[in-house]
T-cell receptor, first 117, second 110 residues
């Protein structure tokens, strides 16, 4: 079974600064996806970024980038130039892409990020 | 148009009642899911259907019964509601490695 661990229940950052959220995972699979989802107070689940395990290049989406360390099973999210609208709960998540678990998402417990003005 | 919609968005009901939450997706995806988010914000898979066939049932009490009349709809019916059922329930649909979430339904059992 896969597990996803987010060791930082809460973090805060000043507006315009950079923050990194940590995530580690455990799996015996070689074909999988990793995700970061954002859940603002509106509770909508918003996909921030996705990383395919077979890709060595780290994914980036505008101000959001990941540091994917496959051997260490680490998948951190870096948010640059933090904005007040980035205040949200952030979830790291995993999908076994081999189909063995029917592509269900396994989530970490989340990190509550607060961006301060 | 909303890709994945859920109704209702809020549901307040008393213990012992039976209620349903509806989910519809207009993305043409074959696979749909129900996730539960508890009071500590932890998200966990409940069910998944692929083209109207149940493919995941994660040891959910049998008071919960998903129903998929067609591949665009996956409804969740809950019998004999208990206080512990209070949570946010999310529907999602999948194509490839991406899942698209509905807005969630906040269920409060009093």
């Amino acid at each position: 079974a896969q597990t996803v661990t987010q060791s930082q229940p809460e973090m805060s950052v000043q507006e315009a600064e950079t923050v990194t959220l940590s995530c580690t995972y455990d799996t015996s699979e070689s074909n999988y996806y990793l995700f970061w989802y954002k859940q603002p107070p509106s509770r909508q689940m918003i996909l921030v970024i996705r990383q395919e395990a077979y890709k060595q290049q780290n994914a980036t989406e505008n101000r959001f980038s990941v540091n994917f360390q496959k051997a260490a099973k680490s998948f951190s999210l870096k948010i640059s130039d933090s904005q007040l609208g980035d205040t949200a709960m952030y979830f790291c998540a995993f999908i076994d892409n081999s189909g063995g678990s029917n592509y269900k998402l396994t989530f970490g417990k989340g990190t509550l990020l607060t961006v301060n003005p | 148009d909303t890709a994945v919609s859920q109704t209702p968005k809020y549901l307040v009901t008393q213990m012992g009642n039976d209620k349903s939450i509806k989910c519809e997706q207009n993305l043409g995806h074959d696979t749909m899911y129900w996730y539960k988010q508890d009071s500590k914000k932890f998200l966990k898979i409940m069910f998944s259907y692929n083209n109207k066939e149940l493919i995941i049932n994660e040891t959910v009490p049998n008071r919960f019964s998903p129903k998929s009349p067609d591949k665009a709809h996956l409804n969740l019916h809950i019998n004999s509601l208990e206080l512990g059922d209070s949570a946010v329930y999310f529907c999602a649909s999948r194509r490839g490695g991406k899942q698209y979430f509905g807005p969630g339904t906040r269920l409060t059992v009093t």
